[in-house]
């Protein structure tokens, strides 16, 4: 399989809406080992008839922060290992997290494609608050609202450009 599009970040920023709103058909769903990670969706989308395979990374967690942290971070591990490209998923309504930090931290070295993906921009005013994210490191950033599907073009065309 080629053309492989991990989704990660920290739960709620989205992901799974960016996901469901992407997909086609839903491909299987993957139980994962420990109780921790409860699954990871795979599914398959195309743009401008390029194809790709999308991973929406999970990482539900039960548990102590220290939990949390750690599957966040093998979420993302996994993801570096698995994809041609990588969507990081922010939400501009939480603004920049330590958490984000952390997963930036692990994909500033990452040599492929990463994509910032700032979500939850719903209308202009959001926008500008957007600006936050650079403190991250990781470059220019995409706003879309996977709700409503504003700006989920250009990230697409980003994407694919990337691949
Ligand atoms: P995940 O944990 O990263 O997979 O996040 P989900 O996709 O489950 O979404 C978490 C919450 O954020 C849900 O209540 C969504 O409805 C909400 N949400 C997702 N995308 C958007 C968005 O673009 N704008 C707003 N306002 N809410 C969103
Ligand atoms: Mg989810």
Redesign the pocket.
Known sequence: MSNIVAIV???????????NRMIQRREAIVDATSGVTRDRHYGKSDWNGKEFSLI?TG?YVVGSDDIFEQEIDKQVELAIDEADAILF?VDV?AGVTGMDEDVAKLLRKVNKPVLLVV????NSMREAQAVEFYSLGLGEYYT?????GSGTGELLDALIEAL
């Open positions: 970040g920290r739960p709620n920023v989205g992901k799974s809406t960016l996901f929406d990482g998923m309504e979500n939850k921009v719903d879309i609202s996977g709700m409503n």
